[in-house]
């Protein structure tokens, strides 16, 4: 049986995950800054495809793995098109998502990715990805005011029962769920005003896709599998190439 090793190598954690081909097992998450190795749980693999945005953990994990990864760029059989004046500058983790999303739900569509950065990806009614919107991260934002203030400080990030804060860790958490939704409702209300894009479906992804998503209407699904997803479709579309 076909055993193929999805990696999805982020600025925070890298994934690992094995598929079939045709459903995708136990995620097995790492901080990407205490990679050691490929972990134990993914036992044996027959091939990998690998994502990776950081390039010393790419590094690492070539040296690691015991077979040449498919490694993930614009120059593979994405199964999709790409309309971009620079391709290499398109993270591998946002084709990923590009071709997961086609594949899951239809489009136009808009993939909203809650990581370090919030990514916004687009792919044209052509199935063509022609680019998106970069932003700061939830986690990145409630950092930073620890790191730059005296007294502020770091929290764990939950939906405020109020939106008038009764201590300083609730007002900050008001600050930063409430007013990050804000973020993402006005780019995503000017990307449908983008010609083609109306009718787009949004799909969240991503750490914090669950906790943003659920007040935001336009957002009509959370799937925090979907950067493994596109990877396991870049992975049938290059082996029916190779067949």
């Known amino acids: 049986m076909k055993r193929i090793l999805l990696i999805d190598a982020g600025n925070t954690n890298t994934d690992f995950a094995i598929t079939d081909g045709r459903r995708i097992g136990r995620i097995v998450s790492v901080p990407t800054a205490r990679l050691a190795g490929i972990p134990r749980a993914v036992g044996k693999y027959t091939a990998v495809?690998?994502?990776?945005?950081?390039?010393?953990?790419?590094?690492?994990?070539?040296?690691?793995?015991?077979?040449?990864?498919?490694?993930?760029?614009?120059?593979?059989?994405?199964?999709?098109?790409?309309?971009?004046?620079?391709?290499?500058?398109?993270?591998?983790?946002?084709?990923?998502?590009?071709?997961?999303?086609?594949?899951?739900?239809?489009?136009?569509?808009?993939?909203?990715?809650?990581?370090?950065?919030?990514?916004?990806?687009?792919?044209?009614?052509?199935?063509?990805?022609?680019?998106?919107?970069?932003?700061?991260?939830l986690a990145a934002m409630t950092d930073y005011l620890h790191e730059h203030t005296a007294l502020l400080p770091q929290i764990d990030l939950r939906e405020p029962k109020s939106v008038i804060g009764k201590s300083t860790v609730a007002a900050m958490e008001v600050g930063a769920v409430v007013g990050y939704r804000g973020l993402v409702k006005e780019i995503l209300a000017a990307l449908r005003r983008e010609s083609g894009l109306h009718r787009a479906v949004v799909v969240a992804t991503g750490g914090y896709g669950n906790l943003i998503a659920q007040k935001i209407p336009a957002i009509q699904y959370v799937n925090p599998q979907l950067t493994l997803e596109g990877l396991r479709f870049i992975y049938l579309h290059n082996s029916c190439e190779s067949n």
Request: glycine share 8%; charged share 15%; hydrophobic share 45%.
């Open 49 to 137: 495809v690998l994502a990776s945005v950081v390039p010393a953990a790419t590094r690492k994990l070539r040296c690691w793995l015991s077979m040449v990864p498919l490694e993930v760029s614009a120059d593979c059989n994405l199964g999709i098109g790409i309309r971009y004046p620079n391709q290499k500058q398109i993270g591998a983790d946002r084709l990923a998502n590009a071709v997961g999303v086609v594949n899951l739900y239809r489009e136009p569509a808009i993939v909203v990715d809650f990581g370090t950065a919030v990514t916004f990806d687009i792919v044209n009614s052509h199935r063509e990805y022609v680019g998106g919107v970069i932003a700061p991260g």
